[in-house]
């Protein structure tokens, strides 16, 4: 989990675009990293204690994804890979 969020938190530092923004997203994508983390212990449970991890989960996933549609305002679409690729621009 380390290594993702140095590696994301290292190109606004660098480029001295560090901001309260991309601290909100550095939390964001730590959430969705440590979220994987309680998906696996809920499948790995007991029937009996099933819940409290996919709690953990519910929970984590359901505020990151606040946090970065917060992030992104209205323009939800420019979180997605490749977006040029699935919605190309054509100026007609």
Same mark, same amino acid.
């Not at 983390?37 to 709690?55: F, G």
């Not at 505020?63 to 100026?91: D, H, K, R």
């Given at each position: 989990?380390? &290594?993702?969020?140095? *590696?994301?938190? %290292?190109?606004?530092?660098?480029?001295? $675009?560090?901001? !309260? $923004?991309?601290?909100? %997203?550095? #939390?964001?994508?730590?959430? #969705?990293?440590?979220?994987?983390? *309680?998906? +696996? &212990?809920?499948? $790995?449970?007991?029937? *009996? =204690?099933?819940?409290?991890?996919? +709690?953990?989960?519910?929970?984590? !996933?359901?505020? %990151? +994804?606040?946090?970065?549609?917060?992030? *992104? =305002?209205?323009? &939800?679409?420019?979180?997605?890979?490749?977006? =040029? #690729?699935?919605?190309?621009?054509?100026? %007609?």
């Amino acid at each position: 989990m380390g &290594v993702m969020l140095l *590696a994301f938190a %290292a190109g606004p530092l660098v480029a001295g $675009r560090f901001s !309260m $923004r991309a601290c909100a %997203a550095l #939390f964001a994508l730590a959430l #969705f990293i440590n979220s994987k983390q *309680a998906l +696996t &212990v809920w499948m $790995r449970s007991a029937a *009996a =204690e099933r819940w409290i991890p996919l +709690t953990v989960f519910l929970v984590h !996933m359901v505020f %990151a +994804t606040a946090v970065m549609i917060g992030v *992104a =305002e209205s323009n &939800v679409c420019s979180l997605y890979p490749m977006q =040029e #690729f699935l919605w190309p621009i054509s100026s %007609a």
